[in-house]
């Protein structure tokens, strides 16, 4: 079901965005094919041979809201910052990316890889420069599917961000299953679980008495209220197994299986999370007690949660234990 829905989220943005980008190219909202008439002066002076000079450009408010009348501002700047950048292939002036208006401001954010990059415009024409303003025409590079670029810039990203988690993982998982396949040879396994037996039994009634599932429960428990979120998940997706094991209908979840995630999902944590205590340091030490108690009452909503939805008839009926007991 949660395929369906990612599915139909991937659909709808995209459907979005195509429609976002045909209007924008309909109602003409950028100047892809116009230049913008400006005017240039230079606080410090034009020198024909420099190749970089600072430069100010303004744009008169009138001519501005008529060209832009959707996204204009109501009031312009007196002049914009930038740089005059010349050589063998043109002239450009590349604006700073401090306070452009719209939608000079989304047509930079949509060229630029970096939030500090400039909006580059070229020069049209021969227009001789000088010390006082100048007027000149400014085109900017055309903007097209902004919308679908964006989808397929951060679907890029995305996979690149998921490759490295996965990356890692596979280590951490090699690494703790590699413990727990050591401690199944040596024999901790089944005398974590006969200790842990009185503690877990009520909460997985239907595991078997020196079950190695109860030993990995208590592992994936244990990694989780130290805080240690990258071991306790290779833990728990052993633990899972386990319990899989011992479902007589794979397709549906047994209530051992749902109290395992309610407690994951719920668990009591005594040490912080490791992701908080890099982000805050020494002042996680004031949110020991709100974590703590936080996750405790949590934890108890889950397997009181857990439990009694467990007793409710409906769900009583799609056991698949208990309709093994009555096959």
Do not use: C
């Not at 100047?31 to 024909?48: C, K, L, M, W």
């Amino acid at each position: 079901m949660l395929n369906y829905i990612w599915a139909g989220l991937i659909v709808f943005s995209l459907a979005f965005a195509l429609v976002t980008d045909v209007s924008e190219l309909v109602h003409d909202r950028f100047p892809n094919d116009a230049p913008v008439p400006a005017s240039v002066t230079f606080p410090e002076g034009y020198d024909t041979d420099a190749r970089r000079q600072p430069v100010r450009v303004s744009f008169d408010s009138d001519m501005y809201r008529d060209r832009f009348a959707d996204d204009a501002p109501d009031s312009l700047a007196a002049a914009y910052d930038g740089t005059l950048v010349q050589t063998r292939d043109g002239r450009q002036i590349r604006l700073d990316a401090g306070s452009l208006p719209e939608p000079l401001a989304t047509i930079r954010s949509s060229q630029a890889d970096d939030d500090g990059d400039p909006l580059r415009a070229t020069l049209q024409g021969d227009t001789q420069l000088g010390v006082g303003p100048v007027a000149v025409d400014l085109r900017f590079e055309p903007v097209r599917f902004r919308k679908m670029n964006d989808i397929a810039q951060a679907a890029l990203n995305f996979a690149e961000t998921a490759a490295s988690l996965a990356l890692g993982f596979i280590g951490i998982l090699g690494l703790m299953l590699g413990l727990v396949k050591i401690g199944e040879e040596a024999g901790l396994v089944q005398a974590l679980a006969r200790f842990v037996q009185p503690v877990l039994s009520p909460l997985f009634p239907s595991v078997p008495k020196d079950h190695p599932a109860l030993a990995n429960v208590t592992l994936n428990l244990l990694a989780n209220v130290f805080g240690l979120g990258n071991a306790a998940t290779p833990l728990g997706i052993k633990a899972m197994e386990d319990l899989q094991e011992l479902n007589p209908k794979k397709d549906t979840a047994t209530d051992d299986m749902v109290m395992l995630l309610a407690l994951n999902t719920s668990s009591v944590q005594l040490v912080p999370p490791s992701l908080l205590v890099a982000i805050m340091g020494l002042q996680i030490n004031q949110l020991f007690f709100s974590i703590t108690l936080a996750t405790l009452f949590s934890t108890i909503a889950g397997i009181l949660g857990a439990y009694g939805l467990s007793r409710l008839r409906r769900f009583r009926e799609s056991n698949p234990m208990l309709q093994s007991d009555e096959a």
